[in-house]
């Protein structure tokens, strides 16, 4: 979709302007007011969309299933794995609401706006980790003393809103996940929306789709049509057999679990609630880190290239850290839920039904401040 703020409106003057000024001469004649008249009315009135209206075109993309709780089992059976994923484990959840789908760029403007004051981590501190192939032009000046074989560049001016630095926008991919964002970011963006962030336990959960100890959230086949990695040698390379190299429209891909959630694997890493220890450090001595979830469209279904993506990979990461590959979603605990808006029934499940709930979608969007 074309975005314009105003800069056709700049364009279509500067292109009529000489025009119109040759046939205004100090003496007019009639039939040239006659064909200036006949001019303007074929004209066509421009009236751009701001970005505030355009936004508005995502909203489908923001609405929340709920998620009927339960025991289950996390992790993989695979002593290999030294993520923390094994050995599996019994967990439990409360019933909850997940959103269907990553936080997109148009969600996140929404809260920027609403927010003016706020300022991300990656703004205040003036840059953000980028991949060296994606770089904006102007910011590959930045990646010059990169060390061989590094691949991540802190490029100055990265943010949510310019994902490859200066001169890079998001304007073009506004149903693509948010990226650039700490984990207090999200945070922040979860509490304006009266959410919070999921545990890893709840997201694990949510991504298995009700399915019992399977590798992906649709079952123990990958499926290359399900999710957005990386194929081919990294980090130059990628066949794109999935059809994107940087992160893809959060709907591009259909549904990847029977709960109806999409991208829960691949595009980008989720941020979690939950705290990550490495299995090996005494606990102690760790620097704080959280979970992040997902996998993102740099890793790989066999691991050939950054981490193994599946339902039970996990990863910490530092909660001011940021990247052009990690993002979020919210959740919102059933019953604080049910407390604003009525009692929902959990004994319909939303499984295999991947249209938005309309119950769910006819809540207000927007809550009273001292609501949230
Ligand atoms: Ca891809």
Redesign the pocket.
């Known amino acids: 979709m074309r975005v314009d703020d105003g800069q056709s409106s700049i364009c279509f003057l500067s292109t009529w302007a000489p025009a119109v000024a040759r046939l205004l001469p100090n003496k007019m004649s009639v039939s040239r007011i006659i064909l200036l008249a006949l001019v303007s009315l074929l004209v066509p009135v421009v009236t751009p969309q701001s970005i505030s209206q355009i936004i508005q075109e995502y909203d489908h993309l923001d609405y929340m299933k709920v998620i009927k709780g339960g025991k289950f089992l996390t992790g993989i059976n695979d002593p290999e794995s030294d993520s923390g994923e094994y050995p599996m484990q019994e967990a439990e959840v409360k019933a909850f609401y997940i959103d269907t789908h990553p936080i997109t760029n148009a969600h996140f403007w929404k809260f920027k706006e609403a927010k003016p004051r706020y300022v991300t981590t990656a703004e205040r501190q003036g840059w953000s980790w980028v991949l060296k192939p994606f770089l904006a032009p102007a910011a590959r000046d930045q990646a010059r003393n990169v060390p061989e074989g590094t691949w991540w560049v802190p490029v100055k001016g990265a943010a949510w809103n310019k994902p490859e630095g200066l001169g890079s926008t998001v304007r073009d991919r506004l149903d693509h996940p948010v990226v650039h964002i700490s984990m207090e970011d999200a945070k922040a963006f979860c509490t304006w929306t009266g959410k919070r962030l999921p545990t890893e336990n709840e997201w694990e959960f949510a991504a298995r789709g009700g399915l019992q100890g399977k590798i992906y959230p649709w079952g123990d086949r990958y499926q290359k049509n399900r999710t ?4 081919g040698k990294f980090p130059e390379g ?1 066949t ?6 940087g992160t ?1 429209p959060v709907d591009f891909y259909r549904a990847q679990n029977q709960f109806g959630l999409y991208d829960m694997l ?1 595009n980008v890493w989720e941020w979690t609630s939950t705290r990550y220890y490495d299995r090996v450090v005494d606990r102690k001595l760790q620097e704080v880190m959280y979970v992040v979830k997902g996998g993102s ?1 740099i890793d790989s279904r066999e691991g050939h290239c950054n981490r193994i993506v599946r339902t039970a990979q996990r990863m910490g990461l530092q909660p001011d850290y940021t990247a052009q590959n990690v993002g979020f979603r919210c959740v919102r605990s059933a019953k604080a839920y049910w407390d604003l808006h009525g009692h929902r029934d959990l004994r319909r499940p939303f499984i295999g039904d991947n249209r938005p709930d309309p119950r769910v979608k006819r809540q207000p969007r927007h809550h009273k401040k001292d609501e949230l």
Request: no cysteine; net charge negative.
């Open positions: 957005n990695l990386w194929q990628n794109k057999v999935d059809h994107w190299e893809s691949g469209f």
